[in-house]
């Protein structure tokens, strides 16, 4: 793991929160979920709080791991999500008889038997030992992750925000509808339960999405640091390093650990933050060739959050 024992003094030293400190954190911002596995893994899977949903994870984690210093991220073994199945009265090899987690563990099996994922090749060779980096937690970045870590791959995600606010609706394609219900739609919330149940109507928000893919990639061991920036890349030593700052200052408050200052032993860093910085920090131009001109509109479309008040 990026985060290393010390708590504030490390991550003001470079190396990041601590796990250990972390889940204190995550106690206090999960104080009104009882201390069980089944609540907390309710409470996990339906929420659409990014603060409850690394709390919630992080306990259960914790809870089927047994141990305060072990995290999730890009550990050999058992996959998290494998490890929480245990933890909820199945085991590895027999499907958990518990309600939705029952269903949500089928769709990750089927998931990660994929042929493509089976000899984990990002986990050898080259990449061997070293870890992917994702800049940006969009759905692209989330589910280039999600593939990456069943590729047998070490991921860190880092996205510069600390939550999710694209509340812009997306229609997709079936095959979209179907890739997100094998993802665990219908299962975690966001998006609602009901989701893709009219084919003529599919759609989805982005942030419902993200929050999706998030809790996903967090039950199959990817690392996702919000609030953090990502700032260079450089090669010293024989190995390529990712260097990161906090995207606020001060103690780590936001949903996630609190990030290190660099990542070292990159084998390959994936940019999908939607614009040039990852590009530019290796001389890669970028060239607008064209854009749509305004007579060529044909619409606006406006997105509102529900509020629930009168009028």
């Not at 210093?69 to 009265?89: K, N, T």
């Not at 989701?195 to 996702?224: H, R, Y």
């Not at 949903?255 to 990542?263: A, H, R, W």
Request: one cysteine or more; aromatic letters at 8%; glycine letters at 12%.
């Amino acid at each position: 793991s990026s985060s290393m024992p010390g708590g504030w003094e490390a991550a003001k030293a470079g190396e990041g929160e601590s796990w250990e400190i972390f889940l204190s954190r995550a106690k206090d911002r999960s104080s009104g979920v009882a201390d069980a596995p089944l609540d907390l893994f309710e409470a996990f899977r339906t929420t659409d709080d990014l603060g409850l949903t690394f709390a919630t994870f992080a306990r259960l984690f914790q809870l089927a791991s047994q141990a305060s210093s072990d995290s999730p991220w890009g550990s050999a073994g058992p996959l998290p999500y494998e490890r929480l199945r245990v933890l909820l009265g199945g085991n590895w090899k027999t499907r958990c008889t518990v309600g939705q987690a029952k269903k949500l563990w089928e769709k990750l099996d089927k998931r990660s038997a994929k042929p493509e994922f089976a000899d984990s090749p990002c986990g050898c060779g080259r990449l061997g030992g070293r870890r992917i980096v994702v800049v940006g937690g969009g759905p692209c970045g989330l589910y280039a992750a999600i593939a990456l870590r069943l590729l047998g791959a070490a991921v860190t995600v880092v996205e510069r925000r600390q939550e999710f606010s694209r509340i812009n609706q997306l229609h997709i394609w079936p095959w979209c509808g179907e890739e997100i219900k094998e993802l665990g739609a219908r299962c975690l919330e966001p998006p609602p339960p009901d989701f893709g149940a009219n084919p003529d109507l599919l759609s989805i928000g982005i942030s419902d999405l993200q929050v999706m893919l998030l809790k996903t990639a967090l039950l199959f061991g990817v690392e996702i640091l919000l609030g953090t920036e990502f700032k260079q890349i450089v090669f010293a030593s024989g190995t390529w390093t990712v260097r990161l700052a906090a995207a606020s200052p001060g103690p780590p408050a936001g949903p996630s650990p609190g990030p290190p200052t660099e990542l070292r032993d990159v084998g390959a860093v994936v940019g999908t933050d939607g614009g040039a910085v990852v590009g530019e920090a290796v001389g890669i131009q970028t060239v607008e060739l064209g854009s749509l001109r305004a007579e060529d509109a044909i619409g606006l479309v406006c997105n509102f959050a529900p509020m629930s008040t009168a009028g």
